[in-house]
């Protein structure tokens, strides 16, 4: 790859609705097009925008002409104005056939020609989206940096007035260093009337909002069949929203509220409304709010057709199939859903890949429709003319109350599954001779306390350059200060006896609230429930006693602030090989200031659980031509780039199923290799400027 190359599809993440022409990289660069490149709109002034833009540049990249153009009338039905929805199956088609496109490229500069051309002519969202599936999944765009979407698209995490402030800084105040960072402020979409509300900071975080929209990238449910068809897709779909369950429903009781009910009748009234005030990108318009006590609809729009009779209907199925233990695909043939893979066959049957599910004609589509039933409550016939609500987006979803709701009803129809599965027994869960005798997470403070965490607000920085489209082209950094909860990094350290020779073992690393909203004990199946992955890692035991270090920050469920909000441009990115390469690739995983719940100002207790498992039962034996893999950290949640899940046991495990003991606290007593102790959170409620 020519630097010119990288430079150039490094570029067209930036500014996503200017025309392809235009200067980009802070008005350091323009791309060169061919005259056939140009859009009807501009073909007649090609010279004049092409001189205009070429003025004052430092580099000019040339792209070189299409060996033939493509046919794109599989993407009209899209307009440049529309919505683009991952829930929409029409939407969903039209993707896939845009990354098969962009996959079929020859090679590398045929591709950089292939999505220069295409950029302008498509619906922007649904360029950007094809267009990072294909950088993430082409053999010779390894090097290519994926740009978070909320810098791409700023607009849908941010409050509108901080971008009107963006561009008037920019506008202003030329020297960079003398801008004041626009401030985005809290609390914003309701106030303190509104119970959920207390909840704001986790549903509308930028970090928790752009991770759901990188899964989504990185696993698609449409396309060729080498991109959707990775290990354990459907499983790690039903485990990461899971999770994101887990922590939602911990952070309620830290908030004194009560777990989430799940949204099981779509014809009832839906209590909680919710108002978004952010911009939908591509059209300048408010996403549609959702008032309180919406009652639910069947939706007959010319972009969505679907009756809540029939999701109704594939609910009904895929509860029978759980009972009967098989699910039937479309010749007939009965499946048996086994507690090694009828997880992953639920979960590409209930998100509905239409490559991967079994008999999408039957089981239908029962995730992805729930999403569009209820973002078009507002407007189900289209006689408004509105477009959906934020449930309709992967970038924005998780910001509604009801998304959890929706994702807790689905997420019961999996641990349907799960409950009917024989409890682990000793040989699952015991590691002969390995005894854990001691377990501890402490702060790095020399007075600290073992076993009490910090938490507290930050106010962090990232830059919306990329995203400002029609601003000021030479325009440096435009900083949005943002507040956001955030952790102090901690050790875990663990004392291990091995009783035998040398083994390795894996460590799973979980916190389990120990108390509900009215501070009464939890059972151990609400506990399971519950818990949170925290880390899981190999460890090697010699013979004797073994103490074992880790840091909070190398988590394999999170990643770095600065992988989430990382700043546009090769000034900042580093400059070892290996840093280098995790900066460019690892953008999916949990975001690490919320890798703790926030507790509660007087502390908060939970269970901290260790577990230190038989690797030679865990052990997954990779493919010997895979590259090496720099996105390791946040393999829980995200997989490896190009390889096997890299845990054997079932997602979860071991709190993924039902346990033999009655509390935590006799379940580790029984097994010498598990250990627990109290972890204390505190929640200090000041803001602390990120250094």
């Not at 299409?66 to 919505?83: C, E, I, S, V, W």
């Not at 990108?281 to 007959?300: A, F, K, M």
């Not at 400059?575 to 200031?593: I, N, S, T, V, Y």
């Amino acid at each position: 790859m020519t630097n010119t190359d990288l430079k150039a599809l490094e570029l067209l993440f930036q500014r996503p609705l200017e025309p392809v022409f235009t200067t980009r990289d802070q008005g350091k660069t323009v791309l060169e097009l061919p005259d056939s490149f140009y859009t009807d709109r501009y073909r007649n002034d090609a010279d004049d925008v092409s001189n205009r833009f070429s003025q004052n540049v430092e580099l000019k990249i040339p792209i070189q002409e299409l060996a033939r153009k493509p046919n794109l009338d599989f993407a009209k039905k899209l307009t440049l104005k529309n919505q683009f929805s991952l829930f929409n199956s029409n939407h969903q088609e039209i993707a896939g056939k845009l990354i098969q496109l962009f996959l079929d490229a020859p090679n590398l500069k045929q591709f950089v020609s292939l999505a220069a051309f295409t950029k302008d002519r498509l619906n922007p969202v649904l360029f950007q989206y094809a267009y990072a599936v294909a950088i993430a999944h082409r053999e010779d765009t390894r090097e290519v940096p994926i740009t978070n979407i909320s810098q791409v698209f700023p607009g849908n995490f941010v409050e509108p007035s901080a971008l009107k402030d963006a561009r008037q800084e920019a506008s202003v105040i030329a020297d960079t260093g003398n801008r004041v960072h626009v401030d985005i402020p809290r609390n914003y979409t309701a106030s303190d009337r509104e119970d959920e509300q207390r909840l704001a900071y986790f549903r509308e975080d930028i970090g928790v909002n752009s991770h759901h929209w990188h899964w989504h990238l990185v696993y698609p449910a449409s396309g060729p069949v080498a991109v959707v068809n990775k290990d354990r897709r459907g499983e790690l779909f039903y485990y990461m929203h899971h999770q994101i369950l887990a922590r939602y429903n911990t952070e309620r009781f830290c908030n004194n509220l009560k777990r989430v009910q799940p949204l099981s009748n779509l014809r009832g009234e839906i209590p909680e409304g919710y108002f978004p005030k952010i911009l939908s990108s591509v059209n300048n318009r408010t996403y549609p709010s959702r008032i309180s006590n919406q009652l639910l609809r069947d939706v007959d729009r010319p972009d969505a057709s679907i009756e809540i009779a029939e999701v109704e209907r594939w609910r009904d199925r895929v509860l029978a199939s759980i009972d009967q233990g098989f699910v039937e695909n479309s010749s007939g043939q009965r499946i048996p859903l086994d507690e090694v893979t009828g997880i992953d066959i639920l979960g590409n049957l209930i998100e509905a890949s239409s490559t991967l599910s079994v008999n999408s004609q039957y089981y239908g589509n029962l995730h992805n429709q729930g999403h569009t039933i209820i973002s078009f409550a507002h407007d189900p016939d289209f006689r408004h003319l509105e477009e959906f609500g934020v449930m309709g987006d992967v970038t924005t979803a998780m910001r509604d109350p009801v998304f959890y709701r929706w994702h807790t009803f689905v997420d019961n129809i999996f641990n349907k599954f799960k409950t009917l599965l024989s409890p682990y027994n000793a040989s699952q869960l015991g590691f002969d001779g390995i005894s854990v005798d001691y377990i501890e997470a402490k702060l790095g403070a020399s007075n600290a306390q073992a076993n009490t965490l910090l938490t507290y607000w930050q106010k962090s920085s990232a830059d919306l350059a990329a995203g400002l489209d029609f601003g000021p082209s030479a325009d440096g950094n435009i900083f949005a200060s943002f507040t956001h909860l955030q952790n102090a990094p901690f050790t875990y350290t663990f004392n291990v006896t091995n009783n035998g020779a040398k083994r390795t073992g894996t460590c799973r690393i979980f916190i389990c609230p120990k108390v509900d909203e009215r501070n009464q004990p939890l059972r151990l199946e609400e506990q399971r429930l519950l818990a949170i992955e925290m880390d899981k890692f190999t460890c090697e035991l010699l013979p004797g006693e073994n103490t074992i270090r880790r840091e909070s920050s190398d988590s394999s469920v999170a990643i770095p602030f600065e992988r989430s909000f990382r700043p546009i441009g090769a000034a900042y990115q580093p400059k070892g090989a290996d840093e280098l390469a995790r900066f460019r690739f690892c953008g999916c995983g949990w975001p690490q200031h919320l890798l703790l719940p926030k507790g509660k100002p007087q502390g908060m207790l939970f269970d901290l659980f260790v577990m230190i498992s038989d690797y030679s039962q865990d052990a997954v034996q990779q493919p010997t031509n895979t590259p090496n893999d720099a996105c390791s950290t946040a393999y829980s949640f995200c997989g490896l780039k190009d390889k096997l899940y890299p845990d054997k046991r079932t997602m979860g495990f071991p709190f993924d199923r039902r346990l033999p003991n009655p509390s935590l606290a006799e379940l580790t007593g029984a097994f010498s290799n598990m250990a627990k102790t109290d972890l204390k959170i505190v929640f200090s409620d000041r803001v602390v400027d990120k250094a």
